[in-house]
């Protein structure tokens, strides 16, 4: 797969329900980037990448927990009760992306100072 360069651009509320509703992968790619850059509530931004790490694709899932570490990095909070689970699933079983979730779990692990997946030597 060749990589690009894109800007992520933010969405609107009206754009984020569209490109869910629409369930085209490259938008859904972007998407969780755009929410865990932009988004300003958190919880809200959060929701929608773990309910997007749960899609069936697995570039969709890891860009999902790339999302949330830009929600730790811009808004220095995540729920752990909720996050841990879900990240540290993606990271034993998204072999294909491997490499974008470790970077993301030490990003989370950075700026929530959590200590997710240590055991994995990250």
């Given at each position: ?5 894109e800007?992520?651009?933010e969405?609107?509320?009206q754009?984020?329900k ?12 972007l998407l ?12 809200v ?5 773990l ?14 927990i790339l999302?949330?570490?830009?929600i ?12 841990k689970?879900?990240?540290l699933?993606?990271l034993?079983d ?5 490499g974008?979730?470790i970077d993301?779990?030490?990003d989370?692990?950075l700026?929530?100072?959590?200590n ?5 030597d990250?």
């Amino acid at each position: 797969m060749k990589r690009r360069y894109e800007e992520i651009r933010e969405y609107n509320d009206q754009e984020i329900k569209e490109i869910l509703e629409r369930q085209v992968i490259e938008e859904l790619i972007l998407l969780p980037l755009s929410v865990g850059l932009y988004l300003h509530n958190w919880r809200v931004a959060q929701n929608l990448c773990l309910k997007l790490a749960q899609h069936d694709h697995a570039h969709v899932r890891a860009n999902a927990i790339l999302g949330l570490a830009h929600i730790a990095r811009t808004e220095g909070e995540l729920d752990k009760r909720l996050v841990k689970p879900i990240v540290l699933k993606e990271l034993k079983d998204n072999q294909e992306h491997r490499g974008t979730i470790i970077d993301a779990i030490s990003d989370i692990n950075l700026f929530l100072n959590w200590n997710l997946a240590k055991k994995h030597d990250l």
